[in-house]
C-alpha cells in the first residue's frame, strides 16, 4: 500500500517481544520424527516475513519490548530501526 508510510513492529505484551520457540513442542516433534517438517513450516513463515518487509517501500521499525530470542531477533535484525526496552 503505497500511502504507507512506516510499518511498526512489536510485541502483544508487555514482557517479551519474542520469546523464542516452543521448547516443549520442539521435543514432542524430534519424539515423533515430524522434526524436520516443523523446521520447514517455521522457517517458511520467518523467510516469508523478512522477504515482505525488504521488499517493502516503507521503513520498518521494531519497538523491543523486553527479550528478543529466536527469530524474533532474526526480525528485529531485519528491521532499518531497532528501539529496545531496557
Known amino acids: 500500500d503505497p500511502a504507507v508510510r512506516c510499518v511498526l513492529l512489536t510485541g ?23 522434526m524436520g517438517l516443523l523446521i520447514q513450516r517455521m522457517t517458511t513463515a520467518l523467510h516469508a ?8 517501500d516503507a521503513p520498518l521499525l521494531a ?10 531477533l532474526s526480525l528485529a535484525a531485519a528491521c532499518d530501526l531497532v528501539i529496545a526496552a531496557d
Open 49 to 56: 516475513a523478512i522477504s515482505r518487509f525488504a521488499r517493502m
Open 12 to 34: 502483544a505484551g508487555d514482557r517479551a517481544f519474542c520469546a523464542g520457540g516452543d521448547v516443549a513442542g520442539f521435543a514432542a516433534a524430534m519424539a515423533s520424527g515430524e
Open 63 to 72: 519497538a523491543v519490548n523486553g527479550v528478543a530470542a529466536g527469530a524474533g
